[in-house]
């Protein structure tokens, strides 16, 4: 078995937040439409919130937040689970309308032995995948090459979802 070693990854993951300092709270508490811009929210449901992730895989790494603060399924709310898999589905229509992905993964790490790492506030990604999207770059070089800023993906994702919700 071939092992890839990454301590660039590990340094992130292993990073801890406090709990009266929880990094989706603090994002989901923001007032105005401009501070949603600012922390990259690009949409808000009922229960759950979607917004980019500041270290991306890719262009488009969305991440589909709960506003309550829990940190496992077990702990949340049917209703709240039931919307952020919708949010879910709506991410996907939009990545696949702006970025013409060959797939889409779909995942929740659920503590930090999963890779959590926010762990005491549950998150779903969603991100776009091509094939070849993984190289030499970040293993070799801990560098990824990501072809947009945030601000580009936040305009092109919010609006997308907007037409998503449209059509629905």
Known sequence: MDHLWSPWRYRYVSQSIPDEDCLFCRIASAATAEDDKTNHIVLRGERNFVLLNLYPYTSGHLMIAPYA????????????LEEMIRLAQRAESALR????????NV??????AAGAG????????????????VNFM???????VLPEDLDT????????????????
């Open 69 to 80: 603060h829990v940190a496992t399924l077990q702990e949340s709310e049917p209703e709240t």
């Open 97 to 104: 309308a702006v970025y013409h992905p060959g797939g889409v």
């Open 107 to 112: 995942g929740i790490n659920i503590g930090k």
């Open 118 to 133: 926010v762990e005491q506030h549950i998150h779903m990604h969603v991100l776009p995948r091509w094939l070849g999207d």
């Open 138 to 144: 970040t293993a070799v070089g801990e560098t990824r």
């Open 153 to 168: 993906t936040w305009e092109k994702l919010r609006k997308a979802l907007l037409a998503v919700n449209e059509r629905e």
